[in-house]
């Protein structure tokens, strides 16, 4: 339906960038990252839609943060489940986990 430009379709994942955009606004002032790395499949599917939101939050934010998506997309989410978990039973909620490619 997104390929074929169903009105419906495209009306719809317009409100989803729209509310994308506002979320990522708040965190971005909440917390001033030097990067933001999201993570959600439907944006490795349609990268455009990613790429607009960055665009237009670009051109309304003061802070030139960059928005990218996560390299794992498929298995990011059960990572940082299980590293949560891992955190928490064992007690250690102070230890800082790095990832390395």
């Known amino acids: 339906?997104?390929?074929?430009?169903?009105?419906?379709?495209?009306?719809?994942?317009?409100?989803?960038?729209?509310?994308?955009?506002?979320?990522?606004?708040?965190?971005?002032?909440?917390?001033?990252?030097d990067v933001l790395v999201v993570n959600a499949y439907i944006f490795k599917e349609f990268p455009e839609i990613l790429e607009r939101i960055s665009n237009g939050f670009a051109h309304v934010s003061v802070r030139n943060t960059p928005i990218v998506l996560s390299e794992n997309v498929k298995n990011a989410s059960l990572y940082g489940g299980c590293a949560q978990m891992i955190r928490t039973i064992l007690g250690v909620s102070k230890l800082k986990l790095q990832y390395k490619k």
Request: hydrophobic share 40%; aromatic share 10%; glycine share 4%.
């Open 1 to 33: 339906m997104f390929d074929d430009k169903d009105q419906g379709t495209l009306e719809i994942l317009k409100e989803f960038e729209n509310n994308v955009a506002k979320i990522i606004n708040n965190v971005i002032v909440s917390f001033d990252p």
